[in-house]
């Protein structure tokens, strides 16, 4: 894990000033981070049965693909609106300035699914909330919750679904 660590990037005020951003493009780009991501990740959940991996648009693409691939699970995007080409369900949530949208394909989980949603950064926890929501509402077996970096001090935890099941590889 601390090579992984070793690799993040904190970029000051982007997008906008006071955020720290947690850059992970240096974390992906680095074949051994990478894989050892993937490994990490999967190793979570190997005895879970987990079925399908929800990965959360666009970061979440990435470690949610290869989390899936290591577990032998299928992968489902959750995107931002007017992406998905068939019928969707759509949960909207607040964010700092006004409202954001996502949407997943209405036939992506089926309630024989084990379902583990995926993103990069806990943050607030409103986009996990919605996504948690979304997925709930098809009724899989059991959903697990996954991000590979959780910032603490902004207490995402605490917002996130009472009976949620959360993991963070990193937590600073
Ligand atoms: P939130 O809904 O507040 O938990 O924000 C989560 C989304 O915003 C995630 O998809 C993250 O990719 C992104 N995000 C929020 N804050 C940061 C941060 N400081 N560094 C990197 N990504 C962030």
């Known amino acids: ?5 070793s690799k993040i990037r904190d970029v000051y005020d982007f997008p906008a000033k006071g955020v720290i951003f947690k850059d992970l493009t240096t974390v992906f780009k ?20 987990v079925t399908k991996v929800v990965g959360i648009e666009s970061r979440g693409f990435i470690g949610g693909s290869i989390a899936a691939f290591e577990l032998n699970a299928g ?19 607040d964010k700092e300035y006004g409202k954001d949208v996502i949407e997943i394909h209405r036939d992506a ?13 806990l943050a607030t926890g409103g986009t996990m909330t919605a996504a948690y ?15 590979i970096i959780e910032l603490s001090a902004l ?18």
Do not use: W
């Open 1 to 5: 894990m601390e090579y992984i660590k």
């Open 75 to 93: 992968f489902v995007p959750v995107r931002k609106p007017g992406k998905l080409p068939a019928d969707t369900l759509k949960a909207s949530y």
């Open 30 to 49: 680095d074949a051994k981070a990478l894989h050892q991501i993937g490994v990490e990740l999967a190793d979570l959940y190997r005895d879970k049965g």
């Open 133 to 147: 929501n979304l997925v709930k509402s098809m009724n899989p077996k059991k959903i697990y919750i996954n991000f």
């Open 109 to 121: 989980i089926t309630e024989d699914d084990v379902v583990v949603i995926h993103d990069d950064v």
């Open 155 to 172: 207490g995402g935890r605490k917002n996130l679904p009472a009976d949620a099941d959360v993991t963070s590889l990193i937590v600073c």
